[in-house]
C-alpha cells in the first residue's frame, strides 16, 4: 500500500477508534418464545429452538431493548413461516470476532438446537485480523456448529462501510475487506453446505441506521431479520417436520 494512503487510513482509523461513541447492547431478555401471529399452531408442534450466537448485532446495539433486536424478529418470521412456536436465545458480546464465537460463545451452547444462527465479521475487519485467520476461525465454527445443530445459517458482516459516522477513505477500506471476507464466507458455507446470508452488499432501508450513525436502528434490524429468514432454504422442510 502507498506510504501516503497507510498512513492516512491509519490516521482515519485511530480518529475512529477514540471518537465514535457506540451504542451500548440493548437491555433485557436474551431468551425468549414467539408464536405464529396469524395462525394457530398444530398442538403436537414443539417449539423450535433459535440460538443466535455473534457480536453487536445478536447483542441488540442500537435499539431500546431487546425486543426490538435481531434476534427475536428473526423467531417471529421463522414462527410465522412455519407456523410453529419457535423458542430463541442470544449468546453475544459486542466487539466480539470469530474468534470469541469460536471458543467462547459456542461452547456455552448446550442441547438440542434446531436453528443456530452465526453472526460476525465486521470486528474481524476492523480489527485487521488476517485472511488466515479469518478461513480457520469461520471453518472451526462451522464444523463445531453442524454437530450441534440441525441447521446453520451464517451472516456476513455488517454494514461499517457505509457508516454516516466514518471518514470516506476509511469506508473505501472496509468495503474492499469486506467484499473478500464475504466472498471467502459464501465459498466456504456452500463447500460445508450451510446457508449464507449476504447484507453487506443490501441496499439499506432510508432510516437504517441508529443514533450512533454504527449499527441498526430497529427499522435496520427489521430489514436484516426478513434478510436472513429469506436466506433459509430450510424452512419448507421444517413446517411439515414436527417431533
Not at 398442538?43 to 423450535?48: C, G, H, K, N, T
Not at 407456523?83 to 459456542?106: C, D, I
Not at 465479521?121 to 454437530?147: C, F, H, P, Y
Not at 467484499?179 to 441496499?203: K, L, P
Request: aromatic content about 6%; hydrophobic content about 40%.
Amino acid at each position: 500500500m502507498n506510504p501516503v494512503r497507510k498512513t492516512l487510513l491509519l490516521s482515519q482509523a485511530l480518529w475512529a477508534k477514540y471518537t465514535l461513541r457506540l451504542a451500548p447492547e440493548a437491555p433485557g431478555e436474551r431468551r425468549g418464545i414467539v408464536s405464529p401471529s396469524s395462525f394457530v399452531p398444530e398442538a403436537s408442534a414443539r417449539p423450535l429452538r433459535l440460538v443466535a450466537i455473534g457480536d453487536s448485532l445478536v447483542a441488540g446495539s442500537g435499539v431500546e431493548h431487546q425486543d426490538l433486536a435481531l434476534t427475536p424478529r428473526i423467531a417471529q418470521k421463522i414462527a410465522n413461516t412455519v407456523n410453529r412456536p419457535v423458542q430463541w436465545e442470544t449468546h453475544a458480546k459486542l466487539g466480539s470476532t470469530m474468534r470469541r464465537v469460536r471458543y467462547r460463545f459456542l461452547p456455552e451452547v448446550t442441547g438440542h438446537i434446531d436453528i443456530l444462527f452465526i453472526c460476525a465479521g465486521s470486528n474481524d475487519v476492523m480489527a485487521k485480523r488476517s485472511k488466515e485467520e479469518w478461513l480457520d476461525d469461520l471453518r472451526a465454527v462451522i464444523e463445531q456448529a453442524r454437530t450441534r445443530a440441525d441447521h446453520v445459517i451464517v451472516c456476513s458482516a455488517g454494514q461499517p462501510h457505509h457508516s454516516p459516522k466514518l471518514p470516506a477513505m476509511l469506508r473505501r477500506e472496509l468495503a474492499r475487506r469486506i467484499d473478500w471476507q464475504t466472498a471467502a464466507s459464501q465459498r466456504i458455507c456452500r463447500e460445508y453446505g450451510v446457508d449464507f446470508v449476504d447484507v453487506a452488499h443490501a441496499e439499506l432501508v432510508s432510516d437504517f441506521w441508529a443514533t450512533d450513525g454504527f449499527h441498526p436502528s430497529a427499522s435496520g434490524y427489521e430489514q436484516a431479520s426478513g434478510l436472513v429468514v429469506q436466506a433459509m432454504s430450510f424452512l419448507p422442510e421444517m413446517t411439515a417436520t414436527i417431533r
